[in-house]
């Protein structure tokens, strides 16, 4: 058995027997309720408290057994935390991984980096929340969300290599990418390039556009949802709120909006059904948003940002980024269009108008329909002698 220790930055793996576990490692029964959603902070700090006060009293007293008796939780509530620390508690991860850190949190539950040992690789694991794995709509949607993420195998879409449940832990097991989310990436940046943006919006094209063909639509595509690699390779993640068209037609989701709405559709807002027009939509709001610092509607209250989505047409880009070419301007406001009819219908015709625009007019249909499938559109447009770039 393996451990992990992080020094100076630096992975390192020392024997099982000269581990010592540290607290950041460690899933305490406390912060096990917590996560689980069984308990408010303010109600374990209080039991934390008087735990300690009973033992300066020469009490010595089990934190489960004070919030029960505080009625914070019930025996139950304990038993089934109990439950989970056998599972990812402590030094019991997922059976055939070693956690070794927390990397992100959502919605549905929580991703680690960790080792697969079978494999003696880096990982990325999303785990379903120890209390929503007790509701089957949540289980079931967990599912869902690995195996569409599973059918899709491209450069530019994170990779999903395996799905399990282990000691009643649902999880999915991800290639681990080694870098920063794009929405990091403008919490310090705040506006890219045009040179960075024309390079983001083509290697989404073509994940869109490998979703699309295997009948996937996204639903939620955004800055936190796109994994920048430290080779600079942006990736698709996060499949909880996609849709498989090859399944459900229709995917009309009346009655329940959808995505965040900063970078939501007006078709999404009005739950009269959406398509790959819409995930075109929402990457056209990501892109506003890398190219003049802000999404194209902002407000304190999501109704009023919906709303906006629905109504005002956003600021021209040229007035927020003088530096944006007039037609890389146009083709994200053509991505904004409210109807999708406006929109660029398919990914591959999006595709097809950024191709120019990063390589200068003189590139070929030919050329264009020979590229999708290379890993990197930079490199094999070098490789074909045709030049650099456009700045
Ligand atoms: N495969 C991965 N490699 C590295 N980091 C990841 C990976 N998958 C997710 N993350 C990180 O975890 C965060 C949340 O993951 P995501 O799948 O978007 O979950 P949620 O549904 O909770 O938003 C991401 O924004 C990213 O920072
Ligand atoms: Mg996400």
Not at 72 to 85: D, G, K, P
Not at 158 to 185: C, P, Q, W
Not at 262 to 273: H, N, V
Request: some cysteine; charged content about 25%; hydrophobic content about 35%.
């Amino acid at each position: 058995m393996i451990a992990h220790s992080l020094e100076n930055g630096e992975e390192q793996y020392v024997p099982w027997e000269d581990w010592v576990a540290d607290e950041s490692t460690v899933m305490t029964f406390g912060r096990l309720a917590l996560q689980s959603g069984f308990l408010e902070d303010e109600e374990l700090d209080a039991a934390v408290m008087e735990q300690e006060a009973r033992r300066k009293k020469g009490h010595t007293s089990k934190l489960g057994q004070i919030l029960v008796q505080r009625g914070s939780l019930t025996e139950e509530e304990v038993t089934r935390i109990f439950e989970l620390q056998g599972t990812l508690g402590g030094h019991t991860e997922l059976e055939g991984y070693d956690v070794i850190e927390q990397i992100g949190q959502g919605s549905m539950g929580r991703i680690y980096k960790a080792r697969q040992l079978s494999m003696n690789r880096v990982v990325a694991l999303k785990v379903l929340s120890p209390k929503l794995a007790m509701d089957s709509t949540y289980v079931k949607r967990f599912l869902r969300e690995s195996r569409l993420a599973g059918k899709l195998r491209h450069e530019n879409v994170v990779f999903v290599l395996d799905a399990g449940i282990s000691n009643g832990v649902h999880y999915y097991v991800m290639e681990y990418v080694e870098g920063r989310t794009l929405k990091e990436i403008l919490g310090f940046r705040k506006k890219l390039s045009e040179k960075e943006l024309v390079r983001l919006a083509l290697h989404m094209a073509r994940a869109l556009a490998h979703a699309h063909s295997n009948g996937v639509v996204h639903r939620d595509v955004k800055p936190s949802n796109i994994i920048v690699s430290n080779i600079r390779v942006p990736k698709l993640c996060d499949f909880g709120l996609a849709k498989d068209l090859n399944f459900d037609p229709s995917v009309t989701s009346a009655g329940t909006v959808l995505g965040t709405p900063l970078y939501i559709s007006p078709e999404q807002i009005r739950g009269t059904g959406c398509d790959i027009r819409s995930d075109i939509y929402s990457l056209g709001a990501t892109l506003y948003h890398c190219a003049c610092g802000s999404a194209p509607f902002i407000s304190s209250g999501g109704a009023t940002v919906m709303l906006k989505h629905l109504t005002e047409e956003p600021t021209p880009i040229e007035q927020k980024a003088p530096g944006i070419s007039e037609e890389m301007a146009e083709t994200i406001h053509r991505m904004l269009s409210k109807e999708p009819d406006g929109r660029f219908q398919t990914p591959t015709e999006l595709w097809r108008r950024l191709v120019p625009l990063a390589y200068g007019e003189t590139a070929t249909e030919v050329e264009v329909e020979e590229l999708p499938d290379e890993p990197d559109i930079l490199y094999k447009a070098k490789h074909k002698g045709r030049g650099k770039p456009k700045k």
